[in-house]
């Protein structure tokens, strides 16, 4: 058995327990991972609070992670035990592959394509941060067309994926112009990550701001008033489900490890910087004063969870683990 965070009833944080949990096997296709480090995400607490999906009890919520392969398929090919990976476990292009075991437990499954090798330059907790948002913040400027040289507004510039969408912008595609809103106390972390101008929501409205962009980033859900910056046709994508505004553009999340691979040579440079609320890394105990706060909006950057309460396993063990789950899968097979 584990230890894992898990519900057994929709409803507020307090219906979140901590005990043991089985630990999963890995299919053919499939890694087994030592949790190092998590993330939340405003999706893990609005499954968690309304049955978005079918799904049967108990669940562990959590989508990011970041660990150390301790087992795997035996058709996966391109990740060995002891491979240190991270990633969104939760294959959200699927129907109907929602995982009950969530990345909130010290041991999860995940299918080899949804995970990348963590970049050596980053922490574990660093790389548990990225994943969601990353590939999130991807995919808008994907739906939005995006082109080297276009300006945009980034709405929401120091949350989770705000604070990736201004160094995207910045970094990787290239605008001549981000710029993007946040609170007084964030104004100058924003500058940070590369926006060139930064609105303070606070003291300014949408209409008072002069210039118009080729694209407006809403990553809050404001499309209902923040359109008003975008140039006549030009694309206002929304990441909320259902945009605000009927002319925004939804966009979805494609979850894949190749994404993530992708970026690597943006992480490993430092252009594109991970950022984890200064509250956190929180303990594995601290899940529910974790959620509190994650639920008052008020997060800049992500907030993570560390200290699952394992020492890493060492890759003698490792090979231990995974002998063990093969045996565990051939015994499975031929009682098939």
């Given at each position: 058995?584990?230890?894992?965070?898990?519900?057994?009833?929709?409803?507020?944080?307090?219906?979140?327990?901590?005990?043991?949990?089985?630990?999963?096997?890995?299919?053919?296709?499939?890694?087994?991972?030592?949790?190092?480090?998590?993330?939340?995400?405003?999706?893990?607490?609005?499954?968690?609070?309304?049955?978005?999906?079918?799904?049967?009890?108990?669940?562990?919520?959590?989508?990011?992670?970041?660990?150390?392969?301790?087992?795997?398929?035996?058709?996966?090919?391109?990740?060995?035990?002891?491979?240190?990976?991270?990633?969104?476990?939760?294959?959200?292009?699927?129907?109907?592959?929602?995982?009950?075991?969530?990345?909130?437990?010290?041991?999860?499954?995940?299918?080899?394509?949804?995970?990348?090798?963590?970049?050596?330059?980053?922490?574990?907790?660093?790389?548990?941060?990225?994943?969601?948002?990353?590939?999130?913040?991807?995919?808008?400027?994907?739906?939005?067309?995006?082109?080297?040289?276009?300006?945009?507004?980034?709405?929401?510039?120091?949350?989770?994926?705000?604070?990736?969408?201004?160094?995207?912008?910045?970094?990787?595609?290239?605008?001549?112009?981000?710029?993007?809103?946040?609170?007084?106390?964030?104004?100058?972390?924003?500058?940070?990550?590369?926006?060139?101008?930064?609105?303070?929501?606070?003291?300014?409205?949408?209409?008072?701001?002069?210039?118009?962009?080729?694209?407006?980033?809403?990553?809050?859900?404001?499309?209902?008033?923040?359109?008003?910056?975008?140039?006549?046709?030009?694309?206002?994508?929304?990441?909320?489900?259902?945009?605000?505004?009927?002319?925004?553009?939804?966009?979805?999340?494609?979850?894949?490890?190749?994404?993530?691979?992708?970026?690597?040579?943006?992480?490993?440079?430092?252009?594109?910087?991970?950022?984890?609320?200064?509250?956190?890394?929180?303990?594995?105990?601290?899940?529910?004063?974790?959620?509190?706060?994650?639920?008052?909006?008020?997060?800049r950057g992500k907030v993570v969870i560390s200290h699952f309460s394992l020492p890493y396993l060492t890759s003698e063990l490792c090979h231990c683990i995974n002998g063990f789950c093969n045996s565990k899968l051939a015994l499975q097979k031929s009682v098939i």
């Open positions: 058995m584990q230890t894992a965070w898990f519900y057994e009833e929709h409803g507020p944080k307090e219906v979140l327990k901590l005990g043991d949990f089985p630990i999963p096997y890995p299919l053919q296709n499939q890694l087994l991972v030592q949790v190092c480090a998590a993330a939340l995400n405003p999706i893990d607490f609005k499954l968690r609070c309304k049955p978005l999906v079918s799904t049967d009890y108990p669940v562990v919520p959590g989508c990011d992670m970041a660990g150390i392969v301790v087992g795997k398929g035996d058709r996966v090919t391109r990740f060995e035990v002891g491979d240190e990976v991270y990633g969104n476990i939760q294959n959200f292009n699927a129907e109907g592959e929602f995982k009950k075991l969530g990345t909130l437990a010290q041991f999860i499954v995940v299918e080899e394509n949804l995970v990348a090798m963590k970049p050596k330059n980053i922490s574990f907790e660093e790389a548990a941060s990225l994943p969601v948002a990353v590939q999130t913040a991807v995919e808008g400027f994907k739906t939005a067309g995006f082109k080297e040289g276009q300006t945009i507004f980034v709405v929401g510039g120091a949350g989770g994926v705000g604070s990736l969408v201004v160094q995207l912008a910045k970094q990787l595609y290239r605008a001549s112009l981000v710029a993007a809103t946040t609170s007084t106390a964030k104004v100058e972390f924003v500058k940070t990550l590369g926006a060139d101008k930064v609105v303070d929501y606070t003291k300014t409205r949408y209409e008072e701001v002069m210039e118009k962009y080729d694209l407006v980033y809403d990553t809050i859900g404001e499309s209902k008033n923040s359109y008003v910056l975008a140039k006549d046709g030009a694309p206002v994508i929304d990441v909320t489900w259902p945009p605000s505004n009927p002319r925004a553009l939804h966009s979805g999340l494609k979850v894949s490890g190749e994404i993530l691979e992708n970026l690597r040579p943006c992480l490993e440079s430092g252009k594109l910087k991970a950022v984890i609320d200064p509250v956190g890394p929180l303990h594995l105990c601290n899940v529910i004063k974790a959620f509190e706060y994650l639920e008052t909006g008020r997060a």
